[in-house]
């Protein structure tokens, strides 16, 4: 089934965005259908009781589903969005851990260099500031869905000190955390 670091509500959220920087780190499978997709998929979003996740094609292949006709997971990508993608998904799916350029760069099999200079031209941004707004939405979800203090917020973010995280937030949302977690809930 899906990697264990996305809860099904952070899965279901992705495709109901359609969030593309989700795509090949999860399928989602519809038990009416029969059919599979990216999360970036446009078509229809299903009845949430009848979705599943997995984590492979061939999962989701092997349990009965058939590649969506829309999305085309099945299809692979241009050598440059194959790089890109997988970086994104490595990225999102492994968020917690301590991630340097070089640790990434042996894990797709490419040069540092290389890797910074694909992404870059493809995203507009670097791997760390992709890294660092990915551990940003998953802070954002934590203080609107948790009572966890921003101490343990950062640390299951993966920044690995407060005060990083406190200047990445207020950099992202021009706002401090507990603030943030304040306003959201005198809005509910």
């Not at 969005?81 to 851990?97: A, G, Q, R, W």
């Amino acid at each position: 089934m899906a990697k264990a670091n996305l809860s099904f509500e952070e899965m279901w959220q992705r495709i109901m965005s359609c969030d593309s920087n989700y795509d090949g780190c999860f399928y989602t499978a519809v038990k009416t259908t029969k059919i599979y997709c990216r999360p970036s998929c446009k078509s229809r979003k299903p009845k949430k009781e009848n979705v599943q996740f997995y984590e492979t094609k061939s999962e989701a292949e092997n349990a009965g589903f058939r590649a969506c006709k829309r999305c085309k997971p099945d299809i692979e990508l241009a050598p440059q969005e194959m790089l890109v993608s997988e970086v994104i998904s490595f990225l999102t799916c492994n968020y917690k851990e301590v991630i340097t350029l070089e640790s990434l760069s042996l894990h797709i099999g490419v040069s540092p260099f290389h890797l910074e200079r694909v992404f870059k031209q493809v995203t507009s941004e670097s791997p760390r500031t992709f890294l660092e707004k990915v551990r940003i939405e998953k802070a954002i979800h934590l203080l609107k869905n948790t009572d966890n203090t921003n101490l343990e917020i950062s640390l299951k973010t993966g920044f690995k000190s407060t005060s990083t995280f406190y200047k990445a937030f207020k950099n992202s949302l021009h706002t401090s955390p507990s603030e943030y977690r304040k306003q959201w809930r005198s809005s509910q």
